[in-house]
């Protein structure tokens, strides 16, 4: 019998057990941290072997497969024994993909990939069966076992792709890539651009790469590694021939030779970015053969992700805007550059290295109170204290959501775009978007 082993006990790993154990493998779950409760009781309830706040080295190297979290990094000692031992370590994504003949669209980039696999999702599924998977809801693992559905559109990070081996989809998107992780990748931009284009390495002429034609990180690297997909990129600079444009305010999307025309004032998403992923969306919709008209309708009507600039209430004439999946720089850019009114704006958290200065001209165009929420807040304090009259430093959200009350003026913005991780104060991005909310209802 085969032993699969699964190292974490989070969602991907439990969904992993779950369909390895259906597939015939010996399986054992094991975890340096502690397994929630709700994922104990899965594991007890299906008579999955597991341990936590522990890895058994002897019993784990006895495996055929690993399929690790990933949130492991490879540098760990542990998987580099496993490697070392020749034993194949793999992502949930690569092991589920095995067990699946369904159509994959995958969707990558350092920003914008889960609005632009939610907006996929809710098109697609006017008309096709399809399941929302990866980074997002249920484990890939898990709905390949419960629900097998004949599409996915699945949410894919660097980590996950780095542990891939076989594993193409039809369809890849990448968004944009800038410098985010980089603790991951040996602090070398070029590592995270590789980990990132594993998405079309496998792909034939037969499939498609969808992908940023403005951002020149994309297009350099295209330049000097071809991949065999077709490329469609999409632009709102310059015309595309085979892809998406946008020409005066309408998108302009061509496929071969057939055109759908989109007006973006209908689109309910606001900003620049997120015309980029409404093109981005429509061309994987487009290749799936979706009607024009129900394209052109669920862009009208998709109303969104949480925690992405997310607005939550207005009160006093101020409203309060929830962006804490901003985890890097360039998505609290994203957020910044929508924002028009002045700006009171909560920043801070777990630095992966940031560099903030592409941020200045909107911090003094725009922002005219910075609230820093983090254990350390000094590179902030330094960086941004001479651009603003107000810089605050507090390490609870209630108190940063009071500090701006008091701040803000009728017709302000509050703007929770905290442009780091979220772990030193918060179990996760939803969390601390969370929190931000309930003390904004509390007010």
Not at 201 to 217: A, H, M, P, R, S
Request: charged fraction near 25%.
């Amino acid at each position: 019998m085969k032993k699969l082993v699964i190292l974490g006990g989070g969602e991907s790993g439990v969904g992993t057990a779950l369909l390895g154990k259906k597939e015939g493998y010996e399986v054992f779950v094991s975890d340096k941290g502690i397994i929630k409760n709700k994922y104990k009781e899965v594991l007890i309830h299906n008579e999955i072997e597991w341990e936590d706040e522990q890895h058994s080295k002897a019993k784990i190297l006895k495996a055929n497969v690993v399929m690790k979290s990933p949130g492991i990094p490879d540098k760990t000692p542990l998987v580099k024994e496993i490697r070392e031992k020749g034993i194949s370590v793999v992502s949930e994504i690569e092991f589920a993909n095995m067990f699946t003949n369904a159509t994959i669209v995958g969707i990558t980039g350092s920003n914008g990939k889960t609005t632009t696999a939610s907006l996929t999702h809710y098109i697609l599924k006017q008309e096709l069966e399809v399941g929302l998977a990866g980074n997002i809801g249920d484990s890939f693992a898990k709905q390949v076992l419960e629900e097998n559905h004949p599409n996915y559109v699945l949410e894919i990070s660097s980590f996950q792709l780095d542990d891939i081996i076989a594993f193409k989809p039809h369809i890849a998107v990448i968004t944009n890539i800038t410098p985010d992780h980089l603790d991951r990748y040996d602090y070398k931009f070029e590592n995270y651009i590789k980990s990132k284009f594993r998405i079309a390495e496998n792909q034939t002429k037969d499939d498609y790469l969808i992908y940023d034609g403005d951002d020149k990180v994309i297009t350099n690297h295209l330049e000097n590694n071809p991949v065999q997909s077709k490329l469609l990129p999409f632009s709102l600079k310059r015309k595309i021939e085979n892809g998406a444009y946008l020409d005066n305010d309408n998108i302009k999307l061509t496929i071969d030779n057939k055109q759908l025309i989109m007006p973006t004032k209908s689109l309910t998403l606001e900003g620049k970015h997120n015309v980029k992923n409404a093109m981005a969306a429509s061309t994987v919709a487009h290749l799936l053969k979706i009607r024009k008209q129900t394209i052109r309708e669920s862009l009208e009507n998709f109303q969104g992700v949480e925690h992405r600039l997310e607005h939550v209430l207005k009160i006093n004439k101020v409203q309060y805007i929830n962006d804490s999946k901003a985890t890097n720089v360039n998505a609290t850019y994203f957020a910044l550059e929508s924002m028009d009114a002045p700006t009171v704006w909560i920043v801070g958290g777990v630095d992966k290295g940031n560099n903030y200065e592409e941020l200045f001209p909107f911090v003094n165009e725009k922002v005219k109170a910075v609230i820093c929420l983090g254990v350390d807040n000094e590179k902030l304090m330094n960086t941004f204290g001479n651009m603003v009259d107000v810089i605050i430093e507090t390490q609870y959200m209630s108190e940063a959501v009071k500090i701006a009350y008091k701040v803000a003026d009728s017709g302000d913005n509050v703007l929770l775009s905290p442009a780091c991780a979220s772990f030193d104060l918060f179990e996760n991005y939803e969390d601390r978007g969370r929190q931000f909310k309930n003390a904004v209802r509390n007010l």
